[in-house]
């Protein structure tokens, strides 16, 4: 588990600029706009949002 998103230092993505963790394998988190979602899930709805970690 990564945090990446941080009180000081917020980490946003587009839906085209969603990280991949070790090449699908792991997940990121994603706060969007319609709630907190997998990478996946985000990519598949078109969302993107504020990165909130990575799991692995």
Same mark, same amino acid.
């Given at each position: 588990? %990564? /945090? @990446? #998103? %941080?009180?000081? $230092? /917020?980490?946003?993505?587009?839906? %085209? =600029? $969603?990280?991949?963790? $070790?090449? !699908?394998?792991?997940? &990121?988190?994603? #706060?969007?706009?319609? !709630?907190?979602?997998?990478?996946? =899930? &985000? /990519? /598949?709805? !078109?969302? !993107?949002? =504020?990165? $909130?970690?990575? @799991?692995?």
């Amino acid at each position: 588990l %990564k /945090r @990446v #998103s %941080k009180p000081g $230092l /917020r980490v946003y993505s587009n839906r %085209k =600029e $969603l990280p991949r963790v $070790l090449g !699908g394998i792991g997940i &990121a988190i994603i #706060s969007t706009s319609s !709630g907190i979602m997998t990478d996946r =899930e &985000a /990519r /598949r709805q !078109g969302l !993107g949002g =504020e990165v $909130l970690c990575y @799991v692995w």
